[in-house]
């Protein structure tokens, strides 16, 4: 496609997505179920072919010298496809988030008001290497009632088209408008810039990569735009603590996995339990090779640990989200100066307190001003499939329409309903 | 105030309705009901005074030969006084949204996960002309724990002083922090475009006047704009209906007040209804002096009733609002022609049915795509105080966050909450 053509091209995309919008939203629950079960169907029996066209992009990638972890996330193996097809499963088996009437009350008037659940209309999703966000994207679409427009990474294009047809496949088989997902077919990066700018056919944009990346799709976007940034989550463990239980779920949370952004990357510890606390957690780090960035009171302590590495944290180390064995250290007066450091220096992603003093963990609640707030748990449980949400679209960071982990859900608003019997205004 | 110094006065003001923020978020439910019964007492007492402040802005305007709607939009009487100071204790009388903790469920793993309702932070407030704003404003942020930056009409400056003098002696006295509610005091256009541009202190912008106002904001906002743009409202009459009821209710729709956005401006009627209906609502519009821009099929039947204002509907009759007393008329051959017209010249604000087909009425409620769906219902009712919202910062016509009118809970978000016993991710 020349680049001239790529207005027009993405106008009949939008133009296409639009109209499919408005079918999707008055689908019934039977034919966007039997999609997904079908959709899962043609994932399994697709192994090989999916196999093929996947070679083609890893190729690519080892050709164009990509890192060998990049090359990892553009991987359709038997199992990430197996794991989709589970994904879709699960979400057909999800009660309909669309049509729920909620809250209807009588008013003195006579009328009835409540609210009710529909699709938001057409959401625009920018992603990169992975090509199972592809399949995860569509289907979340296809439950929520939403049209979608996909843009893949260029790397996983191959991936992407085999994984579409089969969506497109599934869409037919059930009478659902083939439109209702639709895959950007040119790699150009003007076709992102047009995605985002029309919103006559796209109401939200979800961009999920670097920050850079989301920064610059949310400074341009004409449409709202779900933004998931920074994970600097916090642990915080409070005067009164179970420190057995705090060990466990202060390693979970910073050891389990380096790289998602629900990995804790701060300890604070109460001055009260600094003592006790620290030099087990910093002999747990220093097995696993966690680099510790210290200020001077937990330095003191920690210095004394075997094998400890330690260094002193800089300002810009209380900010700083590592996605890497690295972990900042600071011991505080009390829960006052805990709240304060995360709200000023965290993401307002996820921060957990641990403690067995009940006021305390009600005060963390309610004060800390993150999308997850947790007591007595690892952070990395910030997820959407562990909330119950069945998949996740994305996380946001935002506070404005959807915070946190979000599902179905997260993909439709909430109109007013009016019930009446003839009632006027007087 | 130079021009020069409103980026640091702006940021002044922005940094100061951070800090109060964070106070106002966790404030007690107490100290902000107490703030607005205090307000509703100190606002009854200070009749005289607002009203010799009010008396300068009605001067200038009069001065300047502002038109005489524009002049009595200015007018803080004591009845107007009275009525926003009733509305301080309705809000004072209302369960406080904040800290709410709803839809806790244990997962497999053992946590509990809920949602807390949370304020959004700051709002920023602009509009034009009526100073009841600047109360109905204020009082809305103090119940939700938001803070806010209120930016008054120039008209109605002397006014808006003196009522947020009272806001904040109400705040002191309650032991709240004054900065939760700040009125921009320079009248210069350039600490609009500050307001709109300051992520870091604001978090969503709420605009109240002209569609041309509301469309330049969004434009150049750099956080979420809460917009209300058109409201051209449809009634429509099915096939099967109460006649005499859809008489009654499509007159109040339309004539009971001309100006505001949810009186209907666009009348739909199913052919099997026309020589029925028209007939007799040409009538009652005649008597009342509504002209009406028909389609030929109504304007065939219109053109007989005697003293009609009939006129030919153009193109651009179907999107218009006219919040006057013109109302475009078009027979359609049914409810699938009635929503398609609904959902292409709508503009998405309040649409209702008149029927007694149980199933048409809920097809109506599902497709129309619209921010207020009603059955059997004047579009008059689309009202945060009718809706029992208790009072409206605005109505939302976007999809995204709020949608239709805007209270309490438009000003807060939902956070996720999770309460564990030490689990941690496997």
């Given at each position: ?6 207005p027009?091209?993405?106008?009949q ?23 997904l ?31 060998a ?10 199992k ?7 994904g ?57 009632g ?11 294009i ?25 895959l ?6 003007a076709?992102?810039?047009?995605l ?32 998931h940034?920074d ?5 915080y ?8 239980q ?5 390693d ?9 952004c ?38 003191a ?6 094998g400890?590495?330690?260094a ?50 009600m ?12 007591v ?12 119950g ?29 009016v ?8």
């Open positions: 496609m020349n680049a001239q053509d790529i027009a091209y993405m106008a995309v939008g133009a296409a997505a639009r109209a499919a919008s408005t079918e999707m939203a008055r689908a019934g629950t039977r034919a966007k179920n039997t999609t079960t079908e959709l899962a169907r043609l994932l399994r029996a697709a192994v090989g072919p999916l196999g093929e066209a996947n070679a083609k992009d890893i190729a690519a990638a080892e050709a164009a010298g990509l890192a972890p990049m090359v990892d996330r553009l991987r359709l193996t038997p990430v496809i197996e794991t989709v097809a589970e879709c499963e699960q979400l057909a088996a999800m009660p309909d988030p669309v049509g729920e009437i909620t809250g209807v009350k009588r008013r003195p008037t006579g009328i009835s008001v409540g609210q009710m659940r529909v699709p938001l209309g057409v959401f625009g999703m920018i992603y990169e290497s992975r090509p199972n966000v592809t399949i995860e994207a569509a289907s979340l679409a296809i439950k929520s939403n049209a979608c427009i996909l843009r893949g990474g260029s790397e996983a191959h991936s992407n088209l085999a994984l579409w047809q089969l969506v497109q496949q599934a869409l037919v088989a059930a009478g659902l408008p083939k439109a209702a997902v639709q950007v077919e040119t790699t150009d990066r076709a992102v810039g047009r985002i700018a029309m919103p006559e056919f796209v109401d939200v944009i979800i961009p999920r990569g670097g920050k850079g990346l989301i920064e610059r799709i949310s400074a341009e976007a004409k449409v709202p735009v779900i933004k940034l994970g600097n989550c916090h642990t463990i409070d005067a009164e603590v179970d420190i057995a705090a060990l466990v779920v202060t979970n949370a910073k050891t389990q996995k380096y790289s998602p629900n990995a804790t990357e701060s300890l604070l510890v109460h001055q009260a339990s600094a003592a006790a606390f620290l030099p087990q957690i910093g002999a747990i780090f220093a097995a696993k090779g966690v680099e510790m960035r210290c200020d001077a009171a937990s330095r302590i920690l210095a004394d640990v075997p400890a590495r330690v002193e944290a800089s300002e810009a180390d209380w900010a700083e989200e590592y996605l890497a064995p690295v972990i900042s250290v600071k011991v505080v007066a009390d829960l006052d100066e805990a709240i304060a450091h995360i709200n000023r220096y965290g993401s307002h992603h996820t921060d957990a307190i641990l403690t067995t003093n009940h006021p305390n963990a005060r963390f609640l309610r004060e800390v001003d993150s999308a997850s707030v947790m007595n748990a690892s952070t990395r449980f910030a997820d959407g499939f562990e909330y949400l069945g998949a996740e679209i994305g996380i946001s960071t935002d506070k404005f329409h959807a915070r946190g982990p979000v599902g179905l859900e997260g993909l439709t608003s909430m109109k007013w309903v019930l009446g019997q003839g009632e006027v205004r007087s």
